[in-house]
């Protein structure tokens, strides 16, 4: 089992920036790749960033490319979403997942290949 906390959401306006992190215990978290998902009112949760285990395979929606920076401390046992020049459309609840694939650069973008989830904290982009 692992247990995931993200943090770091809120309210901000259009071109701001706030930095999101997830904060695992319980099951190694160094051995998983780890991704962030965002699902808005009405839509279905879409991937928007990942890391490998290793932490040297990074991947990014298109939508969020050369915004957002994902990035992890083992040590730490935390990820962190970098996200600067917010839009409205990023206006989601976003969370954070772990996957315990044995490939140290294997990241997947489907939320099905994640094993466990954190409860999500809220991002809001005022225009």
């Known amino acids: 089992q692992a247990q995931l906390v993200e943090s770091g959401g809120g309210l901000v306006q259009a071109g701001g920036s706030l930095r999101l992190s997830c904060v695992a215990s319980?099951?190694?978290?160094?051995?998983?790749?780890v991704g962030w998902f965002r699902q808005a009112p009405g839509k279905e949760r879409e991937f928007v960033a990942a890391?490998?285990?290793?932490?040297?395979?990074?991947v990014y929606e298109d939508s969020v490319k050369g915004r957002f920076t994902i990035s992890r401390d083992n040590g730490k046992n935390t990820v962190s979403l970098q996200m600067n020049s917010l839009k409205p459309e990023d206006t989601a609840i976003y969370y954070c997942?772990?996957?315990?694939?044995?490939?140290?650069?294997?990241?997947?973008?489907?939320?099905?290949?994640?094993?466990?989830w954190g409860q999500g904290t809220q991002v809001t982009v005022s225009s």
């Open positions: 997942a772990a996957d315990f694939t044995p490939s140290r650069s294997v990241v997947r973008i489907t939320p099905s290949s994640y094993d466990f």
């Open positions: 890391i490998s285990w290793g932490g040297t395979n990074n």
């Open positions: 319980g099951r190694a978290f160094s051995s998983s790749a």
